[in-house]
């Protein structure tokens, strides 16, 4: 009889250590996920790996805050049409945001395409030419920042370079939350 209660022990013990195992390792599968359905073309899915609204607030307010410096350094102060820039900013941000933080410019960005063609001709992304089975495997750094946060970096990533901040959803769900522009904010 006593063999029954080590061996529920033992299996407890190894189930408890594989759903662990998993939730520690869920940030890098989304993050395989993401890049395959992206590479595919699948917009459709992006708002499965992607918080689009928050997103969308931070990079905005990541950009205004760049334009706002911009706009208020001592070159442009005594410029007239500093006003109509400013007046003119919110707009222009919106679009560039709105375009950016959209199911098809992720796709976009992960297939290496241009921002700035996307942002003149939001076209829907076609397909990666390459297969996604070919594409490179992520080579880049995921740190957890607390229980339900992990910051992406990619491998050789510098003070100030760009990088990703996923949030835990559930147990093993992990969503992009926030793309952090880096040394743009500096500028």
Known sequence: MSLKPKALIAT?????????????????????????????????KMSDYVDFPMLR????????????????????????????????????????????ASPNGVVNMVQGKDAREEVAVQTAPAPATSDAK????????????????VIVKAKDAQDGDPYIVMKREGLFSWKVVDIQLGAINEQ
């Open 57 to 100: 607030e931070s990079l905005k307010g990541q950009i205004q805050g760049v334009m706002m410096n911009s706009l208020s350094s001592p070159e442009m102060k005594d410029n007239p049409f500093s006003g109509l820039a400013m007046a003119m900013a919110g707009g222009l941000i919106d679009s560039m945001v709105g375009t950016l």
């Open 134 to 149: 070919s594409a490179k495997a992520f080579n880049g750094a995921v740190n957890y920042d607390g229980y339900s946060r």
């Open 12 to 44: 407890a013990a190894v189930a408890i250590a594989a759903i662990a195992g998993y939730s520690y390792a869920s940030p890098w599968m989304t993050l395989k996920n993401l890049r395959d359905d992206a590479m595919a073309g699948k917009a459709d």
